[in-house]
């Protein structure tokens, strides 16, 4: 009687091809990264462009029109764009396995569910991190380039400049990872995706910064950190008792990363016998 050889065990790098080869095969989402990069690009270069007609050199505080420049760079209707498109996919690259039943399939052939979520999380990872980097960067440099004739134009070897690139670029994975647990836990596309947009876009709106421990709340959410990140200076805002700070910002990135991947993988190990 001839025994059937047990199939090799798949390497973490055959889970990390077979995802990026899932995810290219979506159609959409080339023409979503790029259209979405394109019109984040021109919605920065507009606010460029304004503000280099309407500048006169030697007006204002350096440091306000230092950052009156970074802000042109990426500002935070661009910000909504990406963080938008980055929670979206997130959401609908769990989600739609879900509503085609491909999970069932993927999950067959894996049995390791917490590899197969990893693996997922690391390819969506990488592509939004380069959304964020090409999104991010070259909107800095060419809103920079039409500011740079008025004297306001920022250098990215500036540790406040490379702040600001840094924070819009990452923002985009992290959004992306809080749409990927969404998602996981929702298991349905739309109700992801809105599940995504209320916890992002939404729910910083009912949090204000009057109390200690509604601004610890509001400091711990993703899109507040990232406003935080991209103030380089704190000159013409609003004072108040309990203001975020830099090093908080950034952990925020880090735990809403963290937290998001670890959840989804204990959900999707725990849910899917």
């Known amino acids: 009687m001839s025994t059937a050889t047990p199939l090799p065990r798949p390497r973490f790098g055959d889970l990390l091809g077979a ?11 080339p023409w979503v990264l790029g259209l979405g990069t394109l019109v984040i690009v021109a919605a920065n270069l507009k606010a460029a462009q304004y503000t280099h007609d309407h500048f006169t050199p030697g ?25 938008l498109i980055a929670g979206g996919l997130g959401a609908t690259v769990i989600a739609g396995e879900y509503a085609t039943g491909l999970i069932r399939t993927t999950l067959a052939a894996v049995p390791d569910r917490r590899a197969v979520l990893l693996a997922k999380a690391g390819v969506l990872t990488a592509v939004m991190l380069g959304f964020g980097v090409v999104s991010a960067g070259v909107s800095f440099g060419l809103t920079q380039a039409i500011l740079a004739d008025r004297g306001i134009g920022q250098s990215i070897t500036d540790p406040t400049a490379l702040r600001y690139v840094s924070a819009a670029a990452l923002f985009a994975p992290v959004c992306a990872l809080v749409g990927l647990c969404l998602g996981t836990l929702i298991r349905h596309s739309a109700g992801a995706v809105v599940g995504t947009v209320v916890v992002l876009f939404f729910l910083p709106s009912f949090v204000t910064e009057r109390y200690r421990w509604t601004a610890d709340v509001l400091h711990a959410l993703p899109l507040p950190a990232w406003q935080r990140l991209a103030r380089t200076t704190l000159a013409g805002l609003r004072p108040t008792e309990y203001p975020a700070t830099v090093a908080g910002s950034w952990t925020t990135y880090a735990v809403w990363s963290l937290a998001s991947v670890v959840i989804a993988t204990v959900v999707i190990q725990r849910r899917d016998h």
């Open 59 to 83: 007006d204002g505080d350096p440091a306000v029109m230092a950052q009156v420049a970074l802000n042109d760079s990426f500002h935070s209707g661009s910000a909504d764009i990406l963080m």
């Open 19 to 29: 995802e990026w080869l899932k995810f290219r095969s979506l159609r959409s989402i």
